[in-house]
């Protein structure tokens, strides 16, 4: 058994000037890629699919395999290309900016290593805008990385050219989608794309590209470095290794705790120091808004990829927000639904117009105007957004309003009876009139 | 002469010049550009954006359509500062939401409170502030968050918040919790543009706080408990 916190990604975060190249060479930086130039590029795709390294973003899609999906040959007319997703934008997803802010040039060695496995030669990073410390950061770790030759051509002597751009974003949540982030670093609106063709085949210029997760590919010079083996030393069979735990909300001592996959809320609360002031805790989301909420009754389901499933829920980010019995969960998803709004793209008719009029109804029963017609009527718009949108931002913004009628439908019809209760009210004080 | 190339000047053309030189196509320039051009103006303007499509060979129209689609270009000239504050649901909970509505009142005037996106004192001048409500800024264990030109100030009250908008109207600039000291909207656009100060400034900058408590929570529970990762094997990592 591993013991309850796995500082891997995390363990240079203590040490002083942490985000300097001179302290990430200290603690074994630069060592993988030392290793992985000098092996087949086959080679290297194959251990990150041994390791099962799962991708952190959200999907949980097998990196290795997802590696391999790019063409094995080199052609200078498709150039392939690497890009890194550091659109960082789930709410309640706080772990790639901190990661990045601390670390960066773990994340810039994972970039050599996996561009080197792809036959890219050029990587980008595209960060969300709203971060500037963190892009500061990033600017500054690339650059050391080309002054010490880490970067460049020739890298280390292997024969190997990378270059990395660290590409700011603008303030769209939705290019945190990987092919409407691959729109907007062309200089587009960030609207999805229609798949396939998938980003292998054709994506950035419609070229061969691979985007993946900040924390994913951070994680690559440890498999490299450890081997396949010691990474499955952490986690599950199917959801092997440390992921970084962001706990938010009501508990004593928010943060972000690196845990072997399968760790449950029960244990995670127990680092955080508990529930807030012992104030009983009412619903989480184990990955973000767009996983759907759990309970008080989900504290020891595995938050793996698949006990967060078997829930009924996804593992999606991560991200533990934790609420308390003192929040409304009729206020918190339609606060969240907000968000969808604001954020869907416009580009297909049932995300766009769903959460438009999915808002309102909220708004309305939060405001105590709501029938429990509304209810239903909720639930069907939900019914016509789920698996009929463009992207995922659809089937997200529907996670907490189905998830919330199911485990508090109390709650909602609380706030209809309200409402019916003053409407006859007011029938009664016109009658005598 | 256009009336773009009277607004931005050789500098401006080059550092142009320059960022589409980072990429193998030249339209991926345009993000970049914009917040170059909003660092001269405080917001994307009509020249500005005949500024990019001139540049890029694009129609205006094209541009306005990328300008109108990310929160992040201002259509109106800002203040100094921009203060987003963060509503979604968590820092809304923890919050956020009671922070939002006490500087729309604190700096609104007349019993009016500031809009969204709307302006306390003149745009552009000193002490000004454009105050907006933002979506997750991603740090939900800091919560609740606001960030003043997209530096961050974490676990901020009523109180802390206005003493903030306070000391930035008299011309303070109070250092971030987690940042580079705090400058103004148009440098931070700059720097999203990817040009930094100069090599002192920009160490000094770099080497701003960024390790919150709350950041290293799990890490300083590890070492306390003596808690590690499973050890890595001495031989290097072989397998078939």
């Not at chain 1, 989301?285 to 499933?309: N, Q, R, Y």
């Given at each position: 058994m591993a013991d309850p916190i796995t500082p891997v990604l995390t363990k240079r975060w203590l040490s002083p000037n942490s985000w300097r190249l001179s302290t990430y060479e200290q603690l074994e930086g630069y060592t993988a890629i030392k290793n992985a130039l000098r092996k087949p590029q086959e080679q290297i795709v194959a251990l990150i699919k041994d390791a099962g390294l799962r991708g952190r973003g959200g999907a949980g899609f097998p990196a290795g395999v997802k590696w391999s999906f790019m063409p094995q040959t080199s052609d200078p007319a498709r150039p392939h290309y690497l890009v890194i997703n550091a659109d960082e934008g789930e709410p309640g997803t706080c772990k790639d900016i901190p990661l990045m802010m601390a670390d960066p040039h773990s994340l810039i060695e994972g970039c050599i290593i996996a561009s080197y496995a792809m036959r890219a030669n050029h990587c980008f990073i595209y960060v969300r805008g709203e971060v500037l410390h963190c892009i500061r950061r990033l600017h500054a770790a690339v650059r050391e990385a080309y002054d010490a030759g880490y970067l460049g051509n020739d890298i280390l002597g292997s024969g190997f050219d990378l270059d990395i751009t660290v590409h700011a974003g603008a303030g769209a949540y939705i290019c945190g989608e990987e092919t409407a982030l691959l729109d907007s670093l062309e200089g587009r609106r960030g609207q999805p794309r229609l798949k396939p063709p998938f980003p292998a085949a054709a994506g950035?210029?419609?070229?061969?590209?691979?985007?993946?997760?900040?924390?994913?590919?951070?994680?690559?010079?440890?498999?490299?470095?450890?081997?396949?083996?010691?990474?499955?030393?952490?986690?599950?069979?199917?959801?092997?290794?440390?992921?970084?735990?962001?706990?938010?909300?009501?508990?004593?001592?928010?943060?972000?705790?690196?845990?072997?996959?399968?760790?449950?809320?029960?244990?995670?609360?127990?680092?955080?120091?508990?529930?807030?002031?012992?104030?009983?805790?009412?619903?989480?989301?184990?990955?973000?808004?767009?996983?759907?909420?759990?309970?008080?009754?989900?504290?020891?389901?595995?938050?793996?990829?698949?006990?967060?499933?078997?829930?009924?829920?996804?593992?999606?980010?991560?991200?533990?927000?934790?609420?308390?019995?003192?929040?409304?969960?009729?206020?918190?998803?339609?606060?969240?639904?907000?968000?969808?709004?604001?954020?869907?793209?416009?580009?297909?008719?049932?995300?766009?117009?769903?959460?438009?009029?999915?808002?309102?109804?909220?708004?309305?029963?939060?405001?105590?105007?709501?029938?429990?017609?509304?209810?239903?009527?909720m639930l069907d718009v939900c019914d016509n957004i789920l698996g009929r949108s463009f992207c995922a931002l659809g089937d997200g913004a529907v996670s907490p309003i189905e998830s919330g009628i199911k485990y508090f439908r109390d709650e909602f019809l609380a706030l209809c009876e309200d409402n019916k209760a003053k409407q006859s009210d007011s029938a009664l004080v016109g009658a005598s009139a | 002469m256009t009336e773009s190339t009277e607004v931005?000047?050789?500098?401006?053309?080059?550092?142009?010049?320059?960022?589409?030189?980072?990429?193998?196509?030249?339209?991926?320039?345009?993000?970049p550009m914009l917040h170059l051009v909003q660092s001269v103006q405080g917001y994307v303007s009509q020249e500005g954006i005949s500024f990019?499509?001139?540049?890029?060979?694009?129609?205006?129209?094209?541009?306005?359509?990328?300008?109108?689609?990310?929160?992040?270009?201002?259509?109106?000239?800002?203040?100094?500062?921009?203060?987003?504050?963060?509503?979604?649901?968590?820092?809304?909970?923890?919050?956020?939401?009671?922070?939002?509505?006490?500087?729309?009142?604190?700096?609104?005037?007349?019993?009016?409170?500031?809009?969204?996106?709307?302006?306390?004192?003149?745009?552009?001048?000193?002490?000004?502030?454009?105050?907006?409500?933002?979506?997750?800024?991603?740090?939900?264990?800091?919560?609740?968050?606001?960030?003043?030109n997209y530096e961050y100030y974490d676990n901020q009250t009523e109180q802390s918040a206005v003493e903030l908008v306070d000391a930035l109207r008299k011309g303070e600039r109070p250092q971030p919790t987690r940042g580079a000291p705090l400058t103004d909207l148009k440098s931070a656009e700059q720097q999203l543009a990817g040009f930094f100060p100069d090599e002192e400034q920009f160490t000094a900058d770099v080497d701003g706080p960024s390790a919150a408590e709350e950041t290293l929570r799990g890490a300083t529970l590890a070492q306390d408990r003596g808690w590690v990762a499973p050890a890595m094997r001495d031989e290097e990592a072989n397998h078939g």
């Open positions: 950035l210029y419609a070229k061969p590209t691979t985007v993946n997760n900040v924390e994913t590919i951070a994680t690559v010079p440890y498999i490299v470095n450890g081997g396949s083996d010691w990474f499955r030393e952490m986690g599950t069979e199917k959801s092997p290794g440390p992921k970084i735990y962001s706990v938010s909300g009501h508990v004593e001592n928010p943060g972000q705790y690196e845990a072997p996959l399968g760790t449950t809320l029960r244990e995670l609360l127990e680092l955080a120091g508990g529930m807030k002031d012992g104030v009983p805790l009412k619903f989480w989301t184990p990955g973000g808004s767009s996983t759907p909420l759990l309970t008080a009754d989900h504290m020891d389901v595995p938050l793996d990829f698949e006990g967060a499933a078997e829930a009924g829920s996804m593992l999606g980010t991560t991200a533990i927000m934790v609420f308390n019995e003192t929040v409304s969960v009729p206020w918190a998803v339609m606060k969240w639904t907000r968000f969808y709004e604001h954020e869907s793209c416009g580009k297909c008719t049932p995300c766009r117009e769903g959460t438009f009029w999915l808002a309102q109804v909220l708004e309305r029963m939060v405001e105590g105007r709501g029938t429990e017609e509304d209810i239903d009527t | 931005f000047d050789a500098d401006i053309h080059a550092k142009a010049a320059e960022i589409i030189g980072r990429y193998p196509v030249a339209r991926s320039a345009l993000l990019c499509a001139e540049q890029l060979d694009l129609t205006d129209a094209e541009v306005s359509a990328v300008v109108t689609f990310y929160t992040m270009y201002k259509r109106k000239p800002c203040g100094e500062h921009l203060v987003s504050v963060c509503t979604n649901t968590l820092c809304a909970a923890m919050g956020g939401d009671a922070i939002y509505k006490k500087l729309a009142g604190h700096l609104g005037e007349n019993g009016t409170p500031l809009g969204h996106e709307q302006t306390s004192g003149t745009p552009g001048e000193q002490g000004s502030i454009t105050l907006e409500h933002a979506e997750c800024l991603a740090a939900c264990d800091l919560a609740p968050v606001l960030q003043v």
